[in-house]
């Protein structure tokens, strides 16, 4: 997704005039941001926190974090199994579907009544390309014989 569609659709749905989409960028250039905002789902007017890395303008992950009793987990499971099929289970309290170079992952952790939920959807090929920002390593110290 562009970074501009992402934009507009977080702030059509932030939870009121206080809350702001919010980026900062990369120390070294303006081409890889992290963003975030509180928004209120359209649907049912849940309140969760909704995250994107931008890699050139594009969302290499966008992440939706909520979190609530040990129900929530539960109908999310169900809902998402209802759209993408069976999942994939990475590891404990992880699921994924996978098509291509993209993937969404389910994860949640938390007590014994309580429980903290993400949602990602994650764009490999956006994701590959922040290793041109990565700054560069230095060199190795030549070894003294």
């Not at 005039?17 to 509180?38: E, F, K, N």
Request: some cysteine.
């Amino acid at each position: 997704m562009a970074y501009r569609d992402f934009a507009t659709r977080a702030r059509s749905i932030a939870q009121g005039d206080s809350d702001i989409l919010a980026c900062q960028t990369m120390h070294s250039t303006a081409q890889v941001m992290d963003c975030g905002v509180r928004v209120r789902d359209p649907v049912d007017s849940a309140r969760f926190y909704l995250s994107a890395n931008v890699v050139e303008s594009r969302t290499s992950v966008i992440a939706l974090v909520d979190s609530g009793r040990v129900a929530l987990v539960r109908r999310t499971q169900d809902d998402m199994r209802k759209r993408l099929g069976v999942p994939q289970r990475r590891e404990r309290s992880m699921w994924e579907w996978t098509k291509g170079r993209r993937f969404i992952r389910l994860n949640w952790r938390g007590g014994r009544d309580w429980r903290v939920i993400s949602i990602t959807l994650n764009d490999r090929d956006v994701m590959d390309r922040i290793a041109r920002y990565r700054p560069a390593r230095a060199p190795r110290p030549a070894r003294k014989p």
